[in-house]
């Protein structure tokens, strides 16, 4: 038993460090205190654990970036039905 007690904390500790900096995650993103560096380092947290929610991370940075509504792919505008 005493052989497997630094086997279990060394896995404890690799255990908490990712639950820890989700909690502090979300805790930031829910009070909006992000600056600059936290926000970087978060990114490249996302980026390395979880890449689907760091593309859409970008994703959503872009649409808020956006000034102007995007058109129609085809260049068209469609019609309202009842209006001529």
Request: a positive charge; hydrophobic letters at 40%.
């Amino acid at each position: 038993m005493d052989a497997l007690l630094p086997c279990l904390a060394l896995l404890g500790f690799l255990a908490a460090v990712p639950g820890f900096f989700t909690w502090l995650a979300r805790r930031i993103r829910r009070r909006g205190t992000a600056g600059g560096g936290m926000s970087g380092a978060l990114a490249a947290y996302e980026e390395a654990f979880r890449a689907t929610s760091h593309a859409s991370h970008y994703e959503i940075r872009a649409q808020g970036e956006r000034k102007a509504p995007t058109g129609s792919p085809d260049g068209w505008r469609r019609r309202r039905r009842g209006k001529a």
